[in-house]
Nanobody, 114 residues
């Protein structure tokens, strides 16, 4: 059964950093583009970064220069390095496949204090 498990969130002060991980299982990981999404309270879930199967990456304007997405096809894991955190980055972060989404995992909470 295909599954995604996010981890690495936490409570950090503005300006700090976090590294989120998403462990995938149950599908052929390396052929899929993967994305990181976030959902703040009362808001819709938005795609903030994605990485294609060839390793090329793209970012939402709001996170460009601060977020870095990467993947390890051997470990079947996608990462999101978040630097220079801002209070507006506070959200639950999720990962999923691009275009062929799976059931959403539990996500990982990122809370940034000012």
């Amino acid at each position: 059964q295909a599954q995604l498990v996010e981890s690495g969130g936490g409570l950090v002060q503005a300006g700090g950093s976090l590294r989120l991980s998403c462990a995938a299982s149950g599908f052929t990981f390396y052929v899929y583009g993967m994305g990181w999404y976030r959902q703040a309270p009362g808001k819709q879930r938005d795609l903030v970064a994605y990485i294609n199967s060839d390793g090329s990456a793209n970012y939402a304007d709001s996170v460009k220069g601060r977020f870095t997405i990467s993947r390890d096809n051997v470990k079947k894991t996608v990462y999101l390095q978040i630097d220079s955190l801002k209070p507006e980055d506070t959200a639950v972060y999720y990962c999923n496949r691009l275009g062929h989404t799976l059931a959403w995992g539990q996500g990982t909470q990122v809370t940034v204090s000012s």
